[in-house]
């Protein structure tokens, strides 16, 4: 990615609006990167989200079976 870059002024002074447009400028980049990246992430963070729910689920099942007591009620 090529990087672009202006020069300063031919005074060589660097203005306040100078400063602002600039941050603007990276602002907006900014903000462009962030919204192309939103549904990556939220897909990501679901699909983490669903895959703990599912080791929650096969672990307590495995300790439930694991532990189990048989109680054996006999009539005299």
Same mark, same amino acid.
Not at 25 to 45: R, Y
């Given at each position: ?21 600039? @941050? *603007?400028?990276?602002? /907006?980049? =900014? ?5 192309? !990246?939103?549904?990556? #992430? @939220? *897909?990501?963070?679901? /699909?983490? =989200? ?5 080791? !929650?689920?096969?672990? #307590? ?16």
């Amino acid at each position: 990615m090529a990087r672009q870059s202006r020069s300063a002024p031919p005074d060589g002074e660097v203005t306040p609006a100078d400063i602002r447009a600039k @941050l *603007a400028e990276i602002d /907006g980049s =900014v903000q462009t990167t962030a919204k192309a !990246a939103a549904p990556i #992430g @939220l *897909a990501a963070g679901l /699909g983490t =989200v669903f895959l703990l729910l599912l080791l !929650a689920y096969f672990l #307590g099942r495995r300790r439930g079976t694991k532990g189990r007591t048989v109680v054996e009620i006999r009539r005299i």
